[in-house]
């Protein structure tokens, strides 16, 4: 299985964590891992993205403040049909959200 995560830069050291429990699953790709300097960061991301058999999008507070690419990233798994696993931070408020989700909490 290919895994896709999707995230914004200041929450790497979670994106780190996550690969890590998702590697022995599958191959995880990610941009701050797999980049190859000098390589157009787009193209790379869509091939690894169209690759992918699961996306991860990592939503965190500092997600919705720099949203842009992972916007790209979601839409264009989205028009490729890919599953897509939203993985939403405590501190992100439902209504933030470009969709609606249960909060399956055990309280």
Do not use: C
């Not at 991301?45 to 058999?53: C, E, K, M, R």
């Amino acid at each position: 299985m290919k895994v896709f995560i999707s995230y914004s830069t200041p929450d790497l050291g979670l994106v780190y964590k996550i690969a890590q429990h998702v590697a022995p699953h599958g191959e995880v790709f990610f941009w701050d891992k797999d980049k190859n300097p000098g390589t157009e960061s787009w193209s790379t991301i869509f091939s690894w993205l169209d690759q992918s058999d699961l996306v991860l999008a990592v939503i965190t507070e500092r997600t919705l403040s720099r949203a842009m690419a992972v916007g790209q990233e979601i839409g264009r798994a989205k028009a490729k049909e890919k599953l897509i696993v939203p993985l939403v931070g405590p501190d992100v408020q439902a209504a933030d959200l470009g969709f609606k989700w249960n909060n399956l909490s055990a309280d």
